[in-house]
T-cell receptor, first 118, second 116 residues
Framework: AQKITQTQPGMFVQEKEAVTLDCTYD???????LFWYKQPSSGEMIFLIY??????QNATEGRYSLNFQKARKSANLVISASQLGDSAMYFC???????????????FGTGTLLAVQP | DVKVTQSSRYLVKRTGEKVFLECVQD?????MFWYRQDPGLGLRLIYF???????EKGDIPEGYSVSREKKERFSLILESASTNQTSMYLC???????????????FGEGSRLTVL
């Protein structure tokens, strides 16, 4: 069965440093999509970045990049130059084309709580 | 500004009460979802709908039902609330995710339900 694993319940990082949040996934479908969301203390879920399984290059969005290693089934989020406002819960999620299909059902990991220290 | 709106941010209900959580989206999305979020468990899918009057069970549908009479509205119903349904409930919507669209989920602000 498809699964998303985030092994880091919480992390600290110093302001202005880079941080990597780990995510591994398990699927037998060759076509899938990987997402990262940010959830600040206010509760809203903010979409950060997307990587398709057939994308040749790692996705980047501003200070966010996705380190996609297909053979290892990992999709780590890298945040460069951390800011105090990056303190939040971060969720990795996966959509399988074969299972979710056009319904876009996502399965989520358990999240990593990131604290940026001044 | 595109939006998913959940009717109540905070609710307190008694065991056995019937609870309605309402969600409205203004993006003309076909797909709508209800997740619940609990510490250490992440987000778990309760029900989803890919069209009006269509619904499918997610991973944890027991104790819940849903209604989608109009494209923009997706309601989650707790027929008889229990204390183990105390949680944060998140509604989301998305387009089909084809034609180059990532099909990302757009979320509401969440409804925190406490059942006493």
């Amino acid at each position: 069965a498809q699964k998303i694993t985030q092994t880091q319940p919480g992390m600290f990082v110093q302001e202005k440093e880079a941080v990597t949040l780990d995510c591994t996934y398990d699927t037998s479908d060759p076509s899938y999509g990987l997402f990262w969301y940010k959830q600040p203390s206010s509760g809203e879920m903010i979409f950060l970045i997307y990587q398709g399984s057939y994308d040749q290059q790692n996705a980047t969005e501003g200070r966010y990049s996705l380190n996609f290693q297909k053979a290892r089934k990992s999709a780590n989020l890298v945040i460069s130059a951390s800011q105090l406002g990056d303190s939040a819960m971060y969720f990795c999620a996966m959509r399988e084309a074969g299972y979710g299909g056009a319904t876009n059902k996502l399965i989520f990991g358990t999240g990593t709580l990131l604290a940026v220290q001044p | 500004d595109v939006k998913v709106t959940q009717s109540s941010r905070y609710l307190v209900k008694r065991t056995g009460e019937k609870v309605f959580l309402e969600c409205v989206q203004d993006m003309d999305h076909e797909n709508m979802f209800w997740y619940r979020q609990d510490p250490g468990l992440g987000l778990r899918l309760i029900y989803f709908s890919y069209d009006v009057k269509m619904k499918e069970k997610g991973d944890i549908p027991e104790g819940y039902s849903v209604s989608r009479e109009k494209k923009e509205r997706f309601s989650l119903i707790l027929e008889s609330a229990s204390t183990n349904q105390t949680s944060m409930y998140l509604c989301a919507s998305s387009s089909p995710g084809n034609s180059g669209d990532t099909g990302e989920l757009f979320f509401g602000e969440g409804s925190r339900l406490t059942v006493l």
